[in-house]
């Protein structure tokens, strides 16, 4: 069955002349772009601009990196600080290493502040960009499988992942192991579909559908994590993601049922965006003030006929001149003196 097993690339970088082009940066860019783009989508359909996800992005994207590598840094310092470590590498963050829960953490503070800045209210624009968010992480986990890091235990399973690896003796041995990333990626495209398909079946608002989102992320996050074989910090036999991910989960659930019956359904769409009425302002007042040449003839307003319109009024009919007047002189002839 070795034919089926899934293989690593053997390197996670490209260089275009100097210039290095990581895979992991760029399935990162990947899901930002898809998630703005979702998450675009699905505000307009709500009521509001245009342009509203993108603007509050450009505070929740490096916010969410900050907190990403921060958690990473913190829970794993023994990578980076003690005898024989380089302090410099954390900051390294093309090398891997983004813990989810300090980007979606510090990235709700950015969001806070763009959607505060645009008079939006936090828990609907969460609603908008929660399934797109899913699916920048799926895009992120290829990132891992570039890197060959974050895989699980050993399987003989067909779709097993290779993986190669240099042995404190620097023996290079290859072996098959769970392709935890695959798995995360594809339960992250499960919980996308699931967001979108249950906010649209049932109304949801008022921050209800993201945190169906962690549910759903968290959930799956348990059993991948629970597979991974990387350095981790335990506390009860549990590694210390496993306990933050049942957290999480039950104050994502708590959340959900608790707004549920306080305020059910779905924000107002006239009140959710100041600037998408302002954005309606401007297309018609452009559309108002736009060129009137392509309109017919006859829709033009009175007294905005064309010349040549105006020209063929004052031509000759049934052959009188253009003043449509018998001239004076044909009187004469007509009738002489």
């Not at 783009?37 to 969410?64: E, N, Q, Y």
Request: contains cysteine; hydrophobic residues 45%.
């Amino acid at each position: 069955m070795d034919i089926a097993y899934i293989p690593s690339p053997s390197r996670g970088v490209l260089y275009l002349g100097p210039i290095p082009l990581r895979a992991y940066a760029f399935c990162i860019i990947l899901g930002v772009v898809v998630a703005v783009w979702l998450g675009s989508k699905r505000w307009v359909a709500r009521g509001g601009g245009r342009h509203t996800v993108g603007d509050i992005a450009v505070w929740a994207v490096p916010f969410g990196l900050v907190g990403g590598r921060l958690y990473h840094v913190i829970t794993d310092h023994q990578l980076y600080f003690g005898e024989g470590k380089n302090p410099w590498n954390a900051l390294k963050i093309w090398e891997g290493g983004l813990g989810i829960w300090g980007a979606i953490a510090l990235g709700a503070v950015g969001a806070w502040i763009g959607a505060r800045r645009r008079g939006v209210p936090l828990p609907a624009y969460a609603d908008a960009i929660a399934p797109g968010i899913a699916l920048a992480q799926a895009l992120g986990r290829w990132g891992n499988w570039f890197n060959q890091e974050l895989y699980g235990r050993e399987t003989t399973l067909p779709w097993g992942l290779e993986i190669t690896r240099t042995l404190p003796g620097g023996e290079v041995v290859t072996t098959i192991h769970h392709p935890t990333f695959l798995y995360e990626s594809l339960w992250c495209v499960g919980v996308a579909a699931l967001v979108i398909w249950a906010d649209k079946r049932f109304t949801l608002g008022h921050g209800r559908a993201f945190a169906l989102y962690v549910a759903g992320y968290t959930a799956g996050r348990f059993w991948t994590e629970w597979l991974r074989i990387d350095e981790a910090h335990h506390i009860l036999g549990l590694r210390l993601n496993d306990w933050v991910a049942i957290l999480v989960f039950v104050a994502a659930v708590a959340y959900f049922v608790v707004v549920g019956k306080k305020r059910p359904g779905r924000e107002d769409p006239a009140g959710i965006d100041p600037m998408a009425r302002a954005e309606a302002e401007a297309e018609a007042e452009a559309s108002a003030d736009g060129p009137k040449d392509d309109l017919p003839k006859d829709d033009l307003p009175k007294g905005e006929r064309s010349k040549d319109e105006l020209s063929k009024d004052d031509g000759p009919k049934d052959g009188l001149p253009g003043n449509g007047k018998p001239d004076k002189l044909e009187k004469g002839a007509k009738h002489p003196a």
